[in-house]
Structures are given as C-alpha cells and as structure tokens.
C-alpha cells in the first residue's frame, strides 16, 4: 500500500493543478500540495515507514542482516533488526555493529571465540549471561574455547536504543 501512496499524492496533485487551472480557483496552489504531501508522508510513515535498506543497514525499517564477505560495518538506526553472525564468513575477524534509536537483537555464532567490546549510551544492552549495560563500556568473552578455534571481535555500539546478545 504504501508504494501506491506516493502515486495517490502525484495524481491528485495534478488533478488539483488542473481543476485550479480550468476553473480558475483562486486558491493557495503551493499550500495546499504542500498539505497533501505532509499528509502523503504521515500516512507513509504510519503504515510501514520508509525502509531504507542495504545489505548492512537498516534505516527505517525492520529486517535481517546477515554477513556478508567483505562487509565488516552493520548499522540499524530508527529500526528493528537481528544481525546473524551464526555464519562468519573465512576471513572475517572483526566486526562492528551499531545501534541507533533503535532495538536490535545480535546471534552469535557457536563454533567461534568471541570477544565483544560494547559501548552504551543512554541504552540498554544485554549480554547472554544476564548482565545488563546502560552507560559506559564493557568487554565480554564467549564462545568455545578449544585450540585452534577462530576468534571474533565485536564492536558493539548502542546509543538511545536496546541491544540483545543472545548465544
């Protein structure tokens, strides 16, 4: 619906161009299609938002962010989103994962070592073992610790919004 709504505001707009024209309204042109796009914009926001997304940012949004090789930055601002690090691509040793006025919820992989440096900023982030940070910094360290095994770092920033680590 909401990508009809874009072409609803341009065809009335024109229509509204064309009756003034026509019947010779003497009529604010320039308020009143300003109106109809504020108008077009608030039901456009109400009913889905703008959703612009990538394939390491949400903006606007809800969805799911997987890595992908090469991509080391994922962002998720004024949103909803998991990011799924239950399959690191070869190669991949640091990854840096940002929050923005949104809440987002990161899976983490199992067969890795994991080092998680979270910053908080006004925010709540949630670690799996149940510990809880709001303001500041902290390290956590997860994952197997068998010889050998390949070692992750995570950069987690979270500012005005809520971050679930879940294993």
Do not use: C
Not at 11 to 38: A, D
Not at 51 to 78: Q, W
Request: aromatic letters at 10%.
């Amino acid at each position: 619906m909401k990508h009809y709504l874009w072409g609803i505001f341009l065809v009335t707009s024109g229509i509204f161009l064309l009756l003034k024209h026509y019947l010779n309204w003497n009529v604010p042109t320039l308020r009143i299609i300003f109106g109809l796009f504020v108008v077009s914009l608030g039901i456009s926001i109400l009913i889905g938002g703008f959703d612009a997304r990538e394939d390491n940012n949400i903006v606007f949004g809800t969805g799911r962010l997987r890595v992908l090789s090469g991509k080391t930055d994922y962002s998720i601002v004024f949103s909803n989103g998991v990011v799924d690090l239950s399959s690191v691509p070869e190669g991949t040793d640091k990854i840096e994962i940002s929050t923005v006025f949104g809440e987002s919820e990161v899976i983490l992989p199992k067969d890795m070592k994991i080092s998680i440096k979270a910053t908080a900023a006004f925010a709540s982030t949630e670690f799996p073992n149940g510990s809880r940070l709001s303001f500041g910094d902290q390290l956590y360290n997860a994952g197997s610790g068998e010889e050998g095994a390949r070692e992750l770092l995570i950069e987690l920033n979270t500012v005005f919004g809520s971050t679930k680590i879940r294993e």
